[in-house]
Protein backbone atom coordinates (compact mmCIF):
# COMPACT_ATOMS: atom_id res chain seq x y z
CA UNK A 1 0.00 0.00 0.00
CA UNK A 2 1.48 3.34 -0.89
CA UNK A 3 0.21 6.90 -1.00
CA UNK A 4 2.07 9.75 -2.92
CA UNK A 5 1.72 13.32 -2.10
CA UNK A 6 2.77 15.76 -4.69
CA UNK A 7 2.22 19.48 -5.76
CA UNK A 8 3.36 21.67 -3.54
CA UNK A 9 6.01 24.04 -3.65
CA UNK A 10 6.24 27.85 -3.28
CA UNK A 11 3.76 30.63 -4.05
CA UNK A 12 2.58 33.88 -3.05
CA UNK A 13 -0.19 35.16 -0.81
CA UNK A 14 -3.55 34.78 -3.15
CA UNK A 15 -2.15 32.07 -5.31
CA UNK A 16 -3.07 28.59 -5.87
CA UNK A 17 -1.79 25.48 -6.21
CA UNK A 18 -2.72 22.04 -6.63
CA UNK A 19 -1.90 18.84 -4.18
CA UNK A 20 -2.34 15.13 -5.44
CA UNK A 21 -2.43 12.25 -3.62
CA UNK A 22 -2.06 8.66 -5.90
CA UNK A 23 -2.69 5.70 -4.00
CA UNK A 24 -1.87 1.86 -5.14
CA UNK A 25 -1.58 -1.67 -3.51
CA UNK A 26 -4.87 -1.22 -2.20
CA UNK A 27 -9.13 -0.96 -3.56
CA UNK A 28 -9.59 3.13 -4.54
CA UNK A 29 -13.03 3.16 -4.00
CA UNK A 30 -13.39 1.24 -0.27
CA UNK A 31 -11.53 4.03 1.11
CA UNK A 32 -11.95 7.48 2.15
CA UNK A 33 -8.62 9.46 1.51
CA UNK A 34 -8.00 12.35 3.96
CA UNK A 35 -5.63 15.31 3.33
CA UNK A 36 -4.07 16.65 6.75
CA UNK A 37 -0.89 19.27 7.43
CA UNK A 38 1.58 20.10 9.37
CA UNK A 39 2.82 23.84 10.52
CA UNK A 40 6.35 24.05 12.43
CA UNK A 41 5.87 23.30 15.99
CA UNK A 42 2.40 22.53 15.37
CA UNK A 43 0.31 19.54 15.38
CA UNK A 44 -0.98 17.90 12.47
CA UNK A 45 -4.80 18.59 11.83
CA UNK A 46 -7.53 18.11 9.00
CA UNK A 47 -7.60 19.82 5.92
CA UNK A 48 -10.42 17.85 4.03
CA UNK A 49 -11.77 14.48 3.44
CA UNK A 50 -13.39 12.48 0.70
CA UNK A 51 -15.22 9.55 0.61
CA UNK A 52 -14.37 7.72 -2.62
CA UNK A 53 -17.79 5.89 -2.53
CA UNK A 54 -20.18 8.34 -3.08
CA UNK A 55 -17.56 11.37 -3.22
CA UNK A 56 -18.93 13.14 0.07
CA UNK A 57 -16.55 15.48 1.36
CA UNK A 58 -15.48 17.28 4.73
CA UNK A 59 -13.34 20.51 5.21
CA UNK A 60 -11.93 22.21 7.61
CA UNK A 61 -13.55 25.63 8.87
CA UNK A 62 -10.23 27.57 7.92
CA UNK A 63 -10.53 26.20 4.49
CA UNK A 64 -14.01 26.05 3.69
CA UNK A 65 -14.38 28.11 0.40
CA UNK A 66 -11.00 28.14 -0.58
CA UNK A 67 -10.08 24.55 -1.12
CA UNK A 68 -11.77 21.59 -2.70
CA UNK A 69 -10.98 18.39 -2.39
CA UNK A 70 -11.98 15.50 -5.60
CA UNK A 71 -11.32 12.31 -6.09
CA UNK A 72 -10.72 10.50 -9.77
CA UNK A 73 -11.08 6.93 -8.96
CA UNK A 74 -9.82 5.70 -12.16
CA UNK A 75 -6.19 6.98 -11.46
CA UNK A 76 -6.69 6.04 -7.78
CA UNK A 77 -5.79 9.80 -7.09
CA UNK A 78 -7.27 12.32 -4.92
CA UNK A 79 -6.93 16.40 -5.74
CA UNK A 80 -6.65 18.86 -3.33
CA UNK A 81 -7.24 22.48 -5.42
CA UNK A 82 -6.24 25.44 -2.72
CA UNK A 83 -6.96 28.77 -3.91
CA UNK A 84 -6.61 32.27 -2.18
CA UNK A 85 -3.65 30.73 -0.52
CA UNK A 86 -2.46 32.30 2.75
CA UNK A 87 0.64 32.76 4.53
CA UNK A 88 -0.74 30.66 7.38
CA UNK A 89 -1.75 27.58 4.98
CA UNK A 90 2.18 27.36 5.01
CA UNK A 91 3.27 23.80 6.55
CA UNK A 92 3.67 20.09 4.99
CA UNK A 93 0.67 18.67 3.83
CA UNK A 94 0.07 14.73 4.35
CA UNK A 95 -2.84 12.52 2.42
CA UNK A 96 -4.05 9.30 4.48
CA UNK A 97 -6.35 6.84 3.73
CA UNK A 98 -9.00 4.76 5.63
CA UNK A 99 -11.40 1.60 4.60
CA UNK A 100 -15.15 2.67 4.55
CA UNK A 101 -16.09 6.04 4.75
CA UNK A 102 -15.46 8.65 7.36
CA UNK A 103 -17.61 10.95 8.61
CA UNK A 104 -18.04 13.99 11.15
CA UNK A 105 -15.01 11.90 13.05
CA UNK A 106 -12.64 12.68 9.54
CA UNK A 107 -10.25 14.45 10.79
CA UNK A 108 -9.47 12.11 13.72
CA UNK A 109 -6.26 10.79 13.07
CA UNK A 110 -5.93 7.38 14.47
CA UNK A 111 -8.77 6.56 12.34
CA UNK A 112 -6.23 6.68 9.26
CA UNK A 113 -4.52 3.33 8.57
CA UNK A 114 -2.07 4.39 5.44
CA UNK A 115 -0.07 7.80 5.31
CA UNK A 116 2.04 9.09 2.52
CA UNK A 117 4.79 11.36 2.92
CA UNK A 118 3.94 15.09 3.38
CA UNK A 119 4.76 17.67 0.71
CA UNK A 120 5.51 21.39 1.37
CA UNK A 121 3.46 23.67 0.84
CA UNK A 122 5.07 27.59 1.60
CA UNK A 123 3.10 30.76 1.36
CA UNK A 124 4.53 33.54 0.90
CA UNK A 125 3.62 36.87 2.05
Known amino acids: VQLQASGGGLVQAGGSLRLSCAAS????????IGWFRQAPGKERVGVSC????????YYADSVKGRFTISSDNAKNTVYLQMNSLKPEDTAVYYC???????????????????WGQGTQVTVSS
Open 25 to 32: GFTFDDYA
Open 50 to 57: INSSDGST
Open 96 to 114: AAVQGGVGVLWEFRPLYTY
